[in-house]
């Protein structure tokens, strides 16, 4: 694939009254800006989507990177896995799927079994599985979800370099092929999603998952946004990908209405690679300053289900807003923080960031979620974060230690009043789908 960058849209503002529509829920939301100050919006190069994206992925399969094609590797009486993300992920199985399992026609219903990588998120509902996998899937195949509290599920695969035990979902390994399928994105943590995150922590048991995504590894400055190599955790994760069956990778990059720009298929490290660098040239921005004010969302449905996903959209805007400064992070969150979490128990568990910052260190051995919460802590520590919510109240985002905002026009004028007018303001549309980062191209 020819690999280039593109100039990225940062759009330069300075108008009398001016309307922004952030990525919100499932139809957006449109806020009003004061008139006379300066405001950047940035968002991602626009990609168009594939032209007829099912005989491309059909295509893509039958000549994979690195990789012979998946049809010659597979034949009758195989026992095939395929691994799906959850509802917090927007991967358009209903495109991905048919072609997928058109290639794989020659192995039977009961051969094929499909995992659902929740990783340490709650099970699916049966409905929430029906939109995402689409009803006849769901009817016809057997699927399995992600328990990562219940060892007697997993077992041990290998230690991996870093002297983490890798314990893995028993019947997932049990197989001859796993696919593995998923979206490629910057990730704030393990630089980019896809790949094997899928399995770790997709389907993996909660110590492993803990223990890749420990504060040692995550105070690493190479577990940031869009790095890979020399990042402690995606270089785990990777390896650790590779300790069970073979492993096809069935990857693919989206634009903002979700339709597939790239797809990236066949060997796991060299086509995570590519997709990686193509949605890197896309979606990371650099901008020449720090701003005094930075407003963002979470993408959108699904990733702004709950306050737990949208430190994501936090973590994004922490890149390039002053100390000190200020974040209005805007998330539906139909979801809650969510209730019955480790997140929300630690959140409750404590008065304020410091508190919450000695409590995670404290206790993340034992604790499942320590790994948002450190993020939340360190961008909470440089600047002041407001959520909008039309789902939460205001009791609820502050037990989640976060301030609530009921008219974001109003509060953008009380900053303004505070810092004055030549007050820098940026606008981040899409959230964690555009990164920014200081620094130049």
Request: hydrophobic fraction near 40%; include cysteine.
């Given at each position: 694939?020819?690999?280039?960058?593109?100039?990225?849209?940062?759009?330069?503002?300075?108008?009398?009254?001016?309307?922004?529509?952030?990525?919100?829920?499932?139809?957006?939301?449109?806020?009003?800006?004061?008139?006379?100050?300066?405001?950047?919006?940035?968002?991602?190069?626009f990609?168009?989507?594939?032209?007829?994206?099912?005989?491309?992925?059909?295509?893509?399969l039958?000549?994979?990177?690195?990789?012979?094609?998946?049809?010659?590797?597979?034949?009758?009486?195989?026992?095939?896995?395929?691994?799906?993300?959850?509802?917090?992920?927007?991967?358009?199985?209903?495109?991905l799927?048919?072609?997928?399992?058109?290639?794989?026609?020659?192995?039977?219903?009961?051969?094929i079994?499909?995992?659902?990588?929740?990783g340490?998120?709650?099970?699916?509902?049966?409905?929430?599985?029906?939109?995402?996998?689409?009803?006849?899937?769901?009817?016809?195949?057997?699927?399995?979800?992600?328990?990562s509290?219940?060892?007697?599920?997993?077992?041990?695969?290998?230690?991996?370099?870093?002297?983490?035990?890798?314990?893995?979902?028993?019947?997932?390994?049990?197989?001859?092929?796993?696919?593995?399928?998923?979206?490629?994105?910057?990730?704030?943590?393990?630089?980019?999603?896809?790949?094997?995150?899928?399995?770790?922590?997709?389907?993996?048991?909660?110590?492993?998952?803990?223990?890749?995504?420990?504060?040692?590894?995550?105070?690493?400055?190479?577990?940031?946004?869009?790095?890979?190599?020399?990042?402690?955790?995606?270089?785990?994760?990777?390896?650790?990908?590779?300790?069970?069956?073979?492993?096809?990778?069935?990857?693919?990059?989206?634009n903002?209405?979700?339709?597939?720009?790239?797809?990236?298929?066949?060997?796991?490290?060299?086509?995570?690679?590519?997709?990686?660098?193509?949605?890197?040239?896309?979606?990371?921005?650099?901008?020449?300053?720090?701003?005094?004010?930075?407003?963002?969302?979470?993408?959108?449905?699904?990733?702004?289900?709950?306050?737990?996903?949208?430190?994501?959209?936090?973590?994004?805007?922490?890149?390039?807003?002053?100390?000190?400064?200020?974040?209005?992070m805007?998330?539906?969150?139909?979801?809650?923080?969510?209730?019955?979490?480790d997140?929300?128990?630690?959140?409750?568990?404590?008065?304020?960031?410091?508190?919450?910052?000695?409590y995670?260190?404290?206790?993340?051995?034992?604790?499942?979620?320590?790994?948002?919460?450190?993020?939340?802590?360190?961008?909470?520590?440089?600047?002041?974060?407001?959520?909008?919510?039309?789902?939460?109240?205001?009791?609820?985002?502050?037990?989640?230690?976060?301030?609530?905002?009921?008219?974001?026009?109003?509060?953008?004028?009380?900053?303004?009043?505070?810092v004055?007018?030549?007050?820098?303001?940026?606008?981040?549309?899409?959230?964690?789908q555009?990164?920014p980062?200081?620094?130049?191209?």
């Amino acid at each position: 694939m020819n690999l280039f960058r593109q100039p990225h849209n940062i759009q330069r503002y300075k108008l009398i009254k001016m309307k922004v529509k952030l990525a919100y829920g499932k139809s957006g939301l449109i806020i009003d800006l004061p008139d006379n100050v300066h405001i950047d919006v940035v968002e991602p190069r626009f990609t168009p989507g594939i032209n007829n994206p099912m005989e491309a992925i059909t295509k893509a399969l039958h000549d994979p990177i690195k990789h012979p094609d998946l049809k010659h590797i597979t034949s009758p009486g195989m026992s095939v896995a395929i691994v799906f993300s959850d509802i917090t992920r927007a991967t358009p199985y209903h495109t991905l799927l048919p072609p997928l399992l058109s290639v794989l026609k020659h192995i039977s219903d009961n051969q094929i079994r499909f995992f659902c990588a929740a990783g340490t998120h709650r099970s699916a509902t049966k409905d929430e599985l029906i939109s995402i996998l689409g009803e006849d899937i769901v009817n016809r195949f057997s699927i399995i979800q992600n328990i990562s509290g219940d060892k007697s599920l997993f077992s041990f695969a290998g230690i991996s370099s870093l002297g983490n035990e890798i314990w893995l979902n028993s019947e997932l390994i049990n197989h001859d092929l796993i696919i593995l399928t998923g979206f490629i994105e910057p990730h704030f943590f393990a630089g980019f999603s896809g790949g094997g995150k899928s399995l770790i922590p997709g389907m993996a048991y909660d110590t492993t998952i803990r223990n890749n995504h420990s504060i040692a590894n995550l105070s690493d400055k190479r577990a940031r946004w869009g790095i890979t190599h020399g990042n402690p955790v995606w270089e785990e994760i990777m390896e650790c990908a590779e300790m069970g069956p073979p492993v096809f990778l069935l990857n693919v990059t989206l634009n903002r209405d979700k339709e597939i720009t790239g797809i990236f298929t066949g060997d796991l490290r060299s086509s995570h690679e590519e997709g990686c660098q193509f949605a890197k040239n896309t979606a990371m921005v650099p901008v020449d300053h720090a701003y005094d004010l930075v407003i963002t969302s979470n993408s959108g449905y699904p990733l702004d289900l709950n306050v737990y996903q949208a430190v994501k959209g936090m973590s994004c805007a922490s890149q390039i807003v002053r100390e000190g400064g200020h974040i209005i992070m805007v998330a539906e969150c139909w979801d809650g923080i969510p209730p019955g979490s480790d997140y929300e128990k630690i959140l409750t568990s404590v008065n304020n960031v410091e508190e919450l910052m000695n409590y995670i260190i404290k206790n993340e051995t034992r604790l499942k979620d320590t790994w948002q919460l450190y993020f939340q802590s360190i961008v909470q520590k440089k600047a002041d974060v407001y959520l909008y919510s039309d789902k939460l109240d205001s009791f609820t985002i502050r037990k989640a230690l976060l301030k609530p905002v009921d008219n974001i026009s109003s509060l953008v004028k009380e900053i303004i009043k505070k810092v004055g007018q030549n007050i820098k303001i940026c606008i981040l549309p899409e959230g964690p789908q555009t990164i920014p980062y200081l620094g130049r191209a």
